[in-house]
């Protein structure tokens, strides 16, 4: 593997430089991805089988920026042609920025595509369908909601880079306004405790525990970073999205009649995500 040497006086002159009147800013962010899981190199499966999955929840994904993870499909021939696989992808209102866990070939084939290779993964992926029903089709893909924390993108595969660990103590985190429609809230490393609504286009997030002591009209995800015993607790089930350590239900329609404006508790039990009233 080619070593690339940087330049540590230009980088570090490159960024001193840099003012607030500069045309660009680079800074880190969190954002929650779709990964889907590839499992066939027959596009003719693949587009079926995203068929059904979307069939249901087409509008909550509709131009999502996903990530195509390739573990299943290394050894698997005729190869993926990326080309195709991308112009099926946005065929079905998906937008495929970038590739994982493939081989050196495939992580080529990717790049000369337009595609990311992300060599390292700081969150840990649960399986998790898009529909509560299994389709015949679950051999061809699946997907699943991560977290994807400032990955680390590469032209070249690599070996994964290893998150710096934090060792402070991170007390809980407390939010006492509401949450509105395109905001989004990330208790990073502690428990999220939210006092007001989470409105409906507004997304909390949680390396915890999620508390709730208003209603959950928007999307609540717990234990982002793997955390599978975390839970979420709510005053008012409306929500769009919850999820536990990336296993998900997208409520696009209608919450079940069930749990719908009640107090519950959401949990990990195996790979099924229950949500259960509080009495």
Do not use: W
């Not at 290893?162 to 990073?188: C, E, F």
């Amino acid at each position: 593997m080619d070593t690339v040497r940087t330049d540590k006086s230009t980088t570090k002159d490159l960024f001193e430089n840099i003012d607030n009147d500069s045309a660009i800013e680079i800074k880190g962010s969190v954002f929650t991805l779709p990964v889907l899981k590839i499992k066939s190199t027959q596009l003719a499966q693949i587009e079926l089988a995203l068929k059904q999955h979307l069939s249901k929840s087409l509008s909550f994904f509709r131009n999502a920026p996903i990530v195509i993870d390739l573990e299943s499909t290394k050894q698997l021939q005729p190869g993926l042609d990326f080309e195709q696989l991308n112009t099926l992808l946005r065929g079905q209102q998906l937008v495929p920025v970038a590739v994982q866990k493939g081989s050196l070939e495939q992580h080529l084939a990717a790049e000369s595509a337009g595609l990311a290779i992300l060599t390292g993964q700081l969150s840990k992926s649960v399986k998790s369908d898009i529909s509560p029903t299994k389709s015949a089709d679950d051999t061809a893909l699946a997907m699943d909601e991560s977290p994807q924390e400032q990955p680390n993108v590469s032209a070249q595969s690599g070996s994964p880079v290893t998150a710096p660990q934090d060792t402070g103590s991170v007390p809980t985190k407390i939010i006492s306004q509401p949450i509105r429609s395109g905001q989004r809230i990330y208790a990073r490393g502690c428990d999220l405790i939210v006092l007001a609504a989470v409105n409906a286009g507004a997304e909390i997030m949680a390396d915890g525990n999620i508390h709730i002591y208003a209603p959950l009209r928007g999307r609540a995800l717990a234990g982002v970073t793997g955390g599978e015993n975390n839970r979420i607790f709510c005053h008012s089930f409306e929500a769009e999205l919850v999820a536990i350590a990336g296993s998900y239900r997208v409520f696009e329609d209608t919450v079940p009649s069930g749990v719908f404006k009640k107090p519950v508790q959401i949990y990990l039990r195996g790979e099924q995500l229950d949500i259960v009233p509080i009495q």
